[in-house]
Nanobody
Framework: QGQLVESGGGSVQAGGSLRLSCATS????????MAWFRQGPGKEREGIAA???????LYTDSVKGRFAISKDNAENTLYLQMNSLKPEDTATYYC?????????????????WGQGTQVTVSS
């Protein structure tokens, strides 16, 4: 409970930026592959970015070049920098973690989830 704590959501106009944060334990931070997912209104949850313990990153096509996933080793925190936001990015964003090293955005391999944070992009 409370192993992944997200923050940083909010409302922004199209073209703006937001940064999401996900604080976690040192154990999860160093041994789990971590990712960001989102679920828009009436849509299925989709993986958008992942980073494994070695720092290898993976992005879904719709966010490549606009979003950046990163980690802060001193703070055990995962980030998602979101630039050039579009109305279609409106969703609840979730931090997720899966034990091990892998390279995928499949929902099923991530077994630890945050509570979600809302991002709303207006046109």
């Amino acid at each position: 409970q409370g192993q992944l704590v997200e923050s940083g959501g909010g409302s922004v106009q199209a073209g703006g930026s937001l940064r999401l944060s996900c604080a976690t334990s040192r154990y999860i931070y160093t041994t789990y592959t971590m990712a960001w997912f989102r679920q828009g209104p009436g849509k299925e949850r989709e993986g958008i970015a992942a980073i494994n313990p070695y720092g290898v990153t993976l992005y879904t096509d719709s966010v490549k070049g606009r979003f950046a996933i990163s980690k802060d080793n001193a703070e055990n925190t995962l980030y998602l920098q979101m630039n050039s936001l579009k109305p279609e990015d409106t969703a609840t964003y979730y931090c997720a973690a899966g034990e091990g090293i892998f390279y995928t955005l499949l929902t099923s391999v991530y077994n630890t989830w945050g509570q979600g944070t809302q991002v709303t992009v207006s046109s």
